[in-house]
């Protein structure tokens, strides 16, 4: 009987671990995929844009690139990003989009806002089903930052 339970144990922290490591490799996939575009320079077409009318998703506003690019018409940029009517924000044109993602400091921690929620819901497996509390502990305090850091940025 012994053996069935240490058994049960090892199966237990290895399936939260599991779980665990899933959220925090998906919320590392989700935040990848914006903020490659606002961290790695490259040959992106920079930009900024003042916003003109918000949808219930998005917002839209005239784009003037940085550089010698062609001005384009009916770009996007989320709607959480962006500040109020009016405001003109700097942002990357997201290769073979009409979507634009807000850069600096502000689009930056906005980018990793998924990987925030990952540590903040993987910290939760790592206290209860692994029993690690001071990982957890920083995992959420991790998470937590991030996710404050961001909307302190976007005010």
């Known amino acids: 009987m012994a053996s069935v339970n240490i058994v049960l144990l090892h199966g237990r922290r290895v399936l939260m671990g599991a779980i665990a490591l899933l959220l925090l ?6 935040s990848w995929d914006s903020a490659r575009h606002v961290l790695l320079g490259g040959d992106r077409e920079r930009g900024t844009i003042t916003v003109a009318a918000c949808g219930d998703d998005t917002c839209t506003g005239p784009y003037v690139p940085d550089d010698s690019a062609p001005a384009r018409t009916g770009l996007t940029i989320e709607k959480s990003v962006a500040v109020e009517k009016g405001a003109v924000l700097a942002v990357v044109l997201k290769p073979g989009t009409k979507e634009l ?27 209860g089903g692994l ?25």
């Open 25 to 30: 490799v998906a919320g590392s996939w989700a």
């Open 101 to 127: 993602i807000r850069t600096g400091p502000a689009g930056a921690l906005h980018a990793w806002l998924p990987l925030a929620g990952a540590l903040l819901l993987a910290s939760v497996l790592v206290a």
């Open 131 to 155: 029993a690690l509390p001071k990982v957890a502990g920083a995992m959420a305090v991790a998470g937590g930052a991030i996710t404050l850091a961001t909307f302190t940025a976007l005010l």
